[in-house]
């Protein structure tokens, strides 16, 4: 079992829809978790990035993350299909020895924006 | 654009062979990270570097090695290539002990 589950959709919206993609991870020892775009033939881009619990918000993003139930969620609100990419979950265990940079991924959410 | 540079931007290689990757870190950063991204597959960590060590290793085999240099770019090297090789390395720039990484855009290799 991977030790961070995504569902690789993928997932098709009309332009100005929410988008909602989310994650669940095994291990109550991930602290930090972060939300990646990649668009095709390049390289994952740092969307945002959260502690612990709670809610984060920047601009049309908003990251959620419910460690009772090991559940992290993205949302965008009025979709464009600039958007359209693969987004990626990635989170990391800061009790493990020098975990910085040595991520967890999911395997990935395509999302098509549809004009 | 993040500052991190991959070279080269795409590779074909045959079974086998060995092929070197190139990493040039961002500015001010003293880490690297190199993933092994395969098709519809989300990014697998290979290992890491700060100040020229190894500083910690996924799942993969020997044949899998890197270095780091003096300027903190990076190289990744991958002997006796096989087919299931095929996938987009990418590398990642951050500084110890920062939650943020950069990537570059990735080497995509194609083991035939």
């Known amino acids: 079992q991977k030790e961070v589950e995504q569902d690789p959709g993928p997932l098709s919206v009309p332009e100005g829809a929410i988008v909602s993609l989310n994650c669940t991870y095994s291990?109550?020892?991930?602290?930090?978790f972060m939300w990646y775009r990649q668009y095709s033939r390049k390289g994952p881009e740092l969307l945002m990035y959260t502690y612990s619990s709670g809610n984060k918000e920047d601009g049309r993003f908003t990251a959620q993350v419910d460690k009772s139930s090991k559940y992290i969620s993205l949302f965008i609100r009025d979709s464009q299909p600039s958007d359209s990419a693969t987004y990626l979950c990635a989170t990391i265990n800061p009790l493990t020895t020098d975990s910085w940079g040595k991520f967890q991924f999911g395997a990935g959410t395509q999302v098509v924006v549809t004009p | 654009e993040t500052g991190v540079t991959q070279s080269p931007t795409h590779l074909i290689k045959t079974r086998g062979q060995q092929v070197t990757l190139r990493c040039s870190s961002q500015s001010g950063h003293n880490t690297v990270s190199w993933y092994q991204q395969a098709l519809g597959q989300g990014p697998q960590f290979i290992f890491q570097?700060?100040?020229?060590?190894?500083?910690g290793r996924g799942n993969f085999p020997p044949r899998f090695s890197g270095l780091q240099f003096p300027n903190y770019s990076s190289e990744l090297n991958v002997n006796a290539l096989e087919l299931d090789d095929s996938a987009l390395y990418l590398c990642?720039?951050?500084?110890?002990?920062?939650?943020?990484?950069?990537f570059g855009q990735g080497t995509r290799l194609t083991v035939v």
């Open positions: 291990n109550s020892a991930f602290q930090y």
């Open positions: 990642a720039s951050s500084y110890r002990g920062s939650t943020e990484a950069f």
């Open positions: 570097y700060y100040r020229e060590e190894e500083n």
